[in-house]
């Protein structure tokens, strides 16, 4: 299983970004990906979550902010980042986990305690002017 991110940067706060993350060596039909978020010396923070049904959850902190979505087709995830402030500076990764039958309480709980088997190698995002 590989994940590769793409998409960081550096953008001004109220700009927007759009992640991708590929994947490859899997069956993406089974599989619940999610993003992390992690800055140096702090906690790392789920984002947002996708299971194979589609059905989402977000953090607070990004709720009406970013979006998570999927191309089945393509095995890409995406995660659309709106209005961006400082505080979502910080390196972005992808996860992966074969997961079917999920529900909303278990999505949420995967992005709390991240657990997750495959991670990719990060991408870093800039919040600055």
């Known amino acids: 299983v590989q994940l590769v991110e793409s998409g960081g940067g550096l953008v001004q706060p109220g700009g927007s970004l759009r992640l991708s993350c590929a994947t490859s060596?899997?069956?993406?039909?089974?599989?619940?990906i999610a993003w992390f978020r992690q800055v140096p010396g702090k906690e790392r923070e789920g984002v947002a979550i996708?299971?194979?049904?589609?059905?989402?959850s977000y953090a607070n902190s990004v709720k009406g902010r970013f979006t998570i979505s999927k191309d089945n087709a393509e095995s890409t995830v995406y995660l659309e980042m709106t209005s961006l402030i400082p505080d979502d500076t910080a390196i972005y990764y992808c996860?992966?986990?074969?997961?079917?039958?999920?529900?909303?309480?278990?999505?949420?709980?995967?992005?709390?305690?991240?657990?997750?088997?495959?991670w990719g190698q990060g991408t870093q995002v800039t919040v600055s002017s």
């Open positions: 996860a992966a986990d074969p997961r079917l039958r999920t529900n909303i309480a278990t999505i949420q709980s995967m992005l709390r305690f991240g657990n997750f088997g495959y």
């Open positions: 060596g899997m069956d993406f039909n089974y599989y619940c």
């Open positions: 996708i299971d194979n049904d589609g059905t989402t």
